[in-house]
């Protein structure tokens, strides 16, 4: 069982700066999968960027590509989220999420979910 805490959201200005951390439990961080995703006010969630266990690989979702920077430190069991140039269209719920074995993007191949926090870029 993997708990995933989020932290760090907030009210920033375009063109900000904002770090999202999530603290995982469970001895096993290391290698999992580890994805942020974003909620927007009535769309659907989507794929924010992503790294892979072992070998921490990065992938992002093209509309934060060049903004956005996924870390991880594995002796803290936290992922991190550095989001640059700040646009009101990041405004979202921004979930990290885990899952074990190869890496995805897709939400329905994640095991373990954060309860979110809010992010909200004013223009």
């Known amino acids: 069982q993997v708990q995933l805490v989020e932290s760090g959201g907030g009210l920033v200005q375009a063109g900000g700066s904002l770090r999202l951390s999530c603290a995982a439990s469970?001895?096993?961080?290391?290698?999992?999968?580890m994805s942020w995703f974003r909620q927007a006010p009535g769309k659907e969630r989507e794929f924010v960027g992503r790294t892979s266990g072992t070998i921490p690989l990065t992938y992002y979702a093209d509309s934060v590509k060049g903004r956005f920077t996924i870390s991880r430190d594995n002796a803290k069991n936290t992922l991190y989220l550095q989001m640059n140039s700040l646009k009101p269209e990041d405004t979202a719920v921004y979930y990290c999420?885990?899952?074990?074995?190869?890496?995805?993007?897709?939400?329905?191949?994640?095991?373990?979910w954060g309860q979110g926090t809010q992010v909200t870029v004013s223009s």
């Open positions: 469970g001895r096993t961080f290391s290698s999992y999968t």
């Open positions: 999420a885990a899952k074990d074995g190869w890496s995805s993007t897709r939400i329905v191949d994640y095991d373990y």
